[in-house]
């Protein structure tokens, strides 16, 4: 099985080629999903006692199975957040996988986490964080929101024991699902501070949201929670105003900027991320406007130390381990590939200036969109927006109305833009991420409403 012969050699020519050509598509097709009954008859009988040979089964995944699935790096894939990886760190995920780098210890990987490290310096100087911050790449914002919040209750607990009732932290109802989740997996409370009308968690908010609990309440509240860039609206939170009342009650402060923290690269929007440089912790999903391949979030720490103490494991067999720190230790995991090198290597090929000018794309593109809507009779922009994400209605419809157009436009394979919900009403949204979308592919996509 492990024999590299003849045919081994002609598999590898035919999925370079098939990467090649794949990375050449300018577009991709947008394709789009098939029912799970429709698949199997198509697909077929896949894992065979004999095996059905490397040539057909990327045959089968080339015909069959890629098709059904929706490419997110496509200019009208508007939905969700995109994805736009650069060729170059396609190119080195693929150097990733053929280099079997075990990337959860530096006695093992130490070129590698060297190469990621780098990469975390980068995003820790955009964010301001000083010099001594640190910290590793994981899987996505979950994770990333997660770990970040079991240092952060660890450090509580060291600092202060454990509180005689519940453990919490404060967030907003605009936060990311995956503090809740987080939340739920570490069986702590979630409590809900009010939003300003800019839809904005503020100091003041929370503030009042510690006045209004019990001393026995307020002793278990170990964090808070803001966001950088909300991914239903892309708004970002009073980041000044948060670090203040945190440093006033000695509470942790995690900032969430998966989807949005990329906009720090940008001059006419770095002011919105004032204060950010005061986070205790600190997430940003480079697979998302940082144009590196899935599965990619940076996780940051003003001080790993503390998110050592939370997360290192031990075990006779890790102890030769101890004398450098891992990426192992930063984080809930053990085991990792080296997830952050193919953005590192397209960081490294290309630039900052070229990624600050794709960032800006992105905000040209919703600057355009909002002005075509606000120039349509049938659509009403809907504020505040933020950030490269654009929220409107049309006129008239109702929930189904928008699936149809929705389910519509995929079929067409014209666009994938999926509608969302805001105080309860189904409404229209589009987020900009690729730098190959245009003010023609908007144009296009608003005339079929």
């Known amino acids: 099985m492990h024999h590299y012969g003849p ?18 598509m300018d577009p991709p097709p947008l394709d789009g999903p098939r029912g799970a009954e429709e698949l199997e008859r198509i697909a077929g009988a896949t894992i065979t006692e004999e095996g059905i040979g490397g040539e057909e089964a990327l045959r089968l995944f080339g015909d069959v199975l890629a098709p059904a699935t929706i ?14 990886p650069t060729e170059t760190s396609i190119l080195a995920d693929l150097v990733v996988g053929a280099s079997s780098i075990f990337g959860g210890s530096w006695l093992e990987g130490a070129g590698a986490v060297h190469a990621e490290n780098e990469a975390l310096r980068f995003v820790a100087d955009l964010v301001g964080l000083p010099e001594q911050a640190g910290g590793v790449f994981v899987t996505g914002g979950t994770s990333g929101n997660l770990s970040a919040l079991v240092a952060a209750r660890h450090t509580a607990i060291a600092k202060r024991g454990r509180p005689s009732g519940r453990f919490s932290l404060i967030a907003s109802r605009e936060s990311h699902s995956s503090v809740a989740s987080a939340a739920a997996v570490m069986d702590v409370d979630v409590v809900p501070a009010l939003i300003d009308d800019k839809r904005r968690l503020t100091g003041d908010a929370v503030r009042a949201a510690l006045a209004e609990m019990s001393p026995e309440d307020r002793a278990g509240v170990f964090a808070v929670v803001a966001t950088a860039g909300t991914t239903n609206m892309g708004v970002v ?24 923290a990329a906009a720090l690269l940008s001059p006419r929007t770095r002011g919105l991320f004032d204060g950010i440089e005061h986070a205790d912790s600190f997430i940003v999903d480079p697979h998302k406007w940082l144009f590196a391949p899935f599965d990619c979030c940076a996780l940051l720490y003003r001080d790993p ?53 794709a960032v800006e794309a992105s905000l040209d593109n919703a600057d355009a969109a909002r002005a075509m809507i ?21 006129v008239g419809w109702d929930s189904s109305a928008y699936q149809e157009w929705s389910d519509r436009l995929l079929r067409q394979g014209l666009a994938f833009v999926t509608p969302t919900k805001l105080d309860g009403e189904t409404v229209l949204r589009f987020c900009f991420i690729n730098p190959r979308t245009t003010p023609h592919h908007i144009e296009l996509i608003l005339s079929t409403l």
């Not at 045919?7 to 050449?24: M, Q």
């Not at 490419?71 to 736009?84: I, M, Q």
Request: proline share 5%.
């Open 305 to 357: 130390d503390l998110a050592a103490a939370a997360h290192t494991q031990k075990a006779g067999y890790l102890d030769v381990l101890a004398h450098e720190r891992s990426p192992s230790d930063l984080a809930h995991h053990l085991t990792r590939r080296a997830r952050g090198l193919p953005f590192w290597f397209s960081l490294a090929t290309h630039g900052v200036r070229a990624y600050r000018e």
């Open 7 to 24: 045919a081994t050699n002609k598999l590898a020519r035919a999925v370079t080629d098939y990467a090649l050509s794949r990375i050449r």
């Open 374 to 394: 606000a120039e349509n009779p049938d659509l009403e922009l809907l504020e505040p927006t933020g950030l490269s994400v654009v929220v409107f209605r049309r």
């Open 237 to 260: 939170d009073d980041l000044v105003g948060l670090a203040e009342v945190c440093a006033e009650h000695d509470l942790w402060f995690h900032v969430d900027g998966a989807y949005g």
């Open 71 to 84: 490419s997110v790096d496509h200019p009208t894939y508007l939905s969700f957040v995109p994805a736009a």
